[in-house]
């Protein structure tokens, strides 16, 4: 089992920039890839970026740029650096873990962003 708990979100204004971060615990030996996820309002949720354990890192077009991801691996920890926020950012974020052996998704629970303009 992997549990995921994300922290950092809140309300803050177009331009602004927020940091999320996501600790994991538990079997974390087991973690490949990590990434955050996003659910706006009324839509489906999406892709945000990825980091494998090498560091490598892919972004959704909408948000390369602006943000960042990181993993920091001492600290079971993985980071979302967010700047230049945009209403349309406005979301919950959720932190996912993808374990290989057996093939699982672990979710964290999500902390809403709130992008004002």
């Known amino acids: 089992q992997v549990q995921l708990v994300e922290s950092g979100g809140g309300l803050v204004q177009a331009g602004g920039s927020l940091r999320l971060s996501c600790a994991a615990s538990?079997?974390?030996?087991?973690?490949?890839?990590m990434s955050w996820y996003r659910q706006p309002p009324g839509k489906q949720r999406e892709l945000v970026a990825t980091?494998?354990?090498?560091?490598?890192?892919n972004y959704a077009d909408s948000v390369t740029g602006r943000f960042t991801i990181s993993r920091d691996n001492a600290k079971n920890t993985m980071y979302l650096q967010m700047n230049s926020l945009k209403p349309e950012d406005t979301a919950d974020y959720y932190c996912?873990?993808?374990?290989?052996?057996?093939?699982?998704?672990?979710w964290g629970k999500g902390t809403l962003v709130t992008v004002s303009s």
């Open positions: 980091i494998t354990p090498g560091g490598s890192t």
């Open positions: 538990g079997s974390i030996f087991r973690i490949a890839d």
């Open positions: 996912n873990a993808r374990v290989l052996y057996p093939p699982l998704n672990y």
